[in-house]
C-alpha cells in the first residue's frame, strides 16, 4: 500500500470515528508497564525503572519480600501487593513518595517500617504527594525521636485517601499514632483504626491527628483501643483544621493527659472547626489527673455533633461525655448515656462547659449519667451559655444537682430560665430538681425520694 493510500485510509478513520475520539486519542496517555517481582532485587530494579519511565506503571508482587531500606517513588505508581507483604528488615521506613508523585497501594500488608530518628511516616510518607491505600494492612509501623508523626502514614502537605484498611498498633513519638495529616487533604472510608499510640512528646491524636490548615474526613470507619499521652486518644484536629467524622464508631480511646484542658478520649478540637455525625462513642476515657471530656473535648473551637450517642464514657475532672472549654458547641438529636466523672472535681457526668462556652442542644436524652460531685446529667458554668430544647434528662445522679447543675451561667430550657445553684442529689426524675418525673416543678423541701416510673 502507497504512503498517500494509508495516509488517506487513517484521516478518514478519524472522520468516522468523530470529534470526540479523535480528541481522546490525543491525549491518551503512555501505555502503563505491568512487572511481577519476587524478590528485593527485582522490586528495586522495577521500580527504578518506574521512575525513569513516563506514565503510571503498574508493579505486582508475586511473593512476599523484605526490605533493607526503603523505596523512593518519584514517578506514579501502582503497587498490587497481590496479598502479599512487604516487611522492614531496617531503621527504614518503606515508601517515601516524592513531590508530585502519585503512588497507589492497594491488597497488601506494610509491616514493621520504622522511619529514620526524628522523621515522620513509618511505612509511607508522601511530600507533596498524592497517596491511595486501598485493601491494605499497615502494621507494627513507627516513627521515633523528637517531632517524629505518623507511625504508620506522613500526609505531608498532600492529598491522602485510604479506604477499606487496617492501620493497627502502630506508634509515633509526636503525634499521629496511626496517621498524622499536615495540612493537606485526608480522607479515610471504610477503614479500621485500631490499637495506634502516641509517646509523650506532646502526644496527641492516637490514631490520627490534623497539623495546620488540612481537612479531614473519616467515613464510615472504626476507631478503636488508641492512645494519645495527652489529647484527642482516637481523633485530633488542629486550631485551622477542619474535620468531619460521619458513621464512625469511636470506641475504648483513650486521651491521658493531666490538665484540666487535656483528655478527650475520642475526640479532641483544638480550636479548629469539627463536625460529628451519625456516631457511636463508647468507653473511652480521659483518665488524667485531671482529664476531661472522656468522649469529646472541644478547647476553643466550633463543634456541631448531629445524631449521635455517647455512652459509657469517663473522665476524671469534668464532661463524662463531651467537655467543651470556651467554644461553641452544637447538639441535636444527641444521647448522653451512662457516662460519668471522678472526683477531681467530678462535674458534669454527661456534658460540662467551662467559662464563658456556648451551648445549644436541641434534641436527644441524658440518662443514667453520674457526677462525682455535681450536675450528673448538665453542668453550666458561671459565665456560660446553656441552651436546651425538646431534650429528656431522667435518671441521673449526683450528691448536687443531679440532673444540672447550673453555677451561675446563663440556662434556658424551651424557653424559659433556670436558676443557678441545684442543691439536690440523689437521682433525678426531671431535667429541675423536684417532683421526680415531672420537669420543672420547684424543690419541695422534705419530699422523699420516689422510684421512677
Known amino acids: 500500500m502507497t504512503s498517500l493510500r494509508r495516509t488517506s485510509l487513517a484521516a478518514l478513520a478519524a472522520v468516522l470515528a468523530g470529534p470526540g475520539l479523535l480528541s481522546l486519542a490525543a491525549v491518551s496517555p503512555a501505555t502503563a508497564a505491568t512487572t511481577t517481582v519476587d524478590t528485593e532485587a527485582e522490586l528495586r530494579s522495577a521500580v527504578a525503572r518506574a521512575n525513569r519511565a513516563d506514565g503510571q506503571d503498574v508493579i505486582r508482587l508475586g511473593d512476599s519480600i523484605d526490605l533493607r531500606r526503603q523505596l523512593v517513588v518519584s514517578d506514579d505508581l501502582v503497587l498490587d501487593g497481590n496479598g502479599h507483604t512487604l516487611r522492614a528488615t531496617s531503621r527504614d521506613r518503606i515508601l517515601d513518595v516524592r513531590p508530585g508523585t502519585t503512588l497507589r497501594v492497594e491488597d497488601v500488608t ?33 516513627a521515633q525521636g523528637e517531632g517524629a508523626s ?16 487496617r492501620i493497627r498498633g502502630n506508634r509515633a513519638e509526636r503525634a499521629g499514632g496511626g496517621i498524622e495529616a499536615n495540612e493537606g487533604t485526608t480522607r479515610v472510608d471504610d477503614t479500621l483504626l485500631k490499637g495506634n499510640r502516641t ?17 479531614v474526613r473519616v467515613e464510615d470507619s472504626r476507631v478503636i483501643g488508641n492512645r494519645a499521652s495527652a489529647e484527642g486518644g482516637g481523633l485530633w484536629n488542629s486550631a485551622t483544621g477542619e474535620m468531619t467524622v460521619t458513621g464512625t464508631v469511636l470506641n475504648r480511646n483513650v486521651g491521658s493527659g493531666a490538665e484540666a484542658t487535656n483528655g478527650g478520649g475520642a475526640l479532641f478540637n483544638d480550636g479548629g472547626r469539627m463536625t460529628v455525625r451519625g456516631v457511636s462513642a463508647t468507653g473511652n476515657k480521659a483518665p488524667g489527673a485531671a482529664g476531661s471530656g472522656g468522649g469529646l473535648l472541644n478547647d476553643q473551637g466550633t463543634v456541631t455533633v448531629r445524631d449521635s450517642v455517647f455512652t459509657e464514657n469517663t473522665a476524671t475532672r469534668a464532661g463524662g461525655a463531651i467537655e467543651t472549654n470556651l467554644g461553641t458547641l452544637t447538639l441535636v438529636d444527641v444521647d448522653l448515656l451512662r457516662n460519668r466523672t471522678g472526683d477531681a472535681p467530678g462535674n458534669g457526668g454527661g456534658l460540662h462547659l467551662t467559662a464563658e ?24 458554668s458561671a459565665t456560660g451559655t446553656l441552651t436546651v430544647t425538646d431534650v429528656t434528662i431522667r435518671g441521673n445522679t449526683a450528691p448536687e444537682g443531679a440532673s444540672v447543675y447550673n453555677d451561675g451561667g446563663t440556662f434556658t430550657r424551651d424557653g424559659e430560665a433556670v436558676p443557678s445553684d441545684n442543691p439536690d442529689g440523689g437521682d433525678d426524675g426531671g431535667l429541675i430538681p423536684g ?8 424543690e419541695v423541701p422534705g419530699l422523699p425520694d420516689l422510684p421512677l416510673p
Open 110 to 142: 506494610l509491616r514493621g517500617g520504622r522511619a529514620p530518628e526524628g522523621e515522620s511516616g513509618g511505612a509511607i510518607r508522601g511530600t507533596e504527594a498524592t497517596v491511595r491505600v486501598v485493601d491494605a494492612r499497615l502494621v507494627g509501623n513507627s
Open 150 to 165: 505518623g507511625g504508620a502514614i506522613m500526609n505531608d502537605r498532600g492529598t491522602l485517601v485510604v479506604v477499606d484498611s
Open 199 to 215: 509517646g509523650a512528646a506532646p502526644g496527641n491524636g492516637g490514631g490520627l491527628h490534623l497539623t495546620g490548615a488540612g481537612t
Open 357 to 380: 462556652a456556648q451551648v445549644t442542644y436541641d434534641g436527644g436524652t441524658v440518662r443514667g449519667n453520674d457526677a462525682a460531685a455535681q450536675g450528673g446529667g448538665l453542668w453550666n
Open 435 to 442: 417532683l421526680p418525673g415531672i420537669p420543672g416543678l420547684p
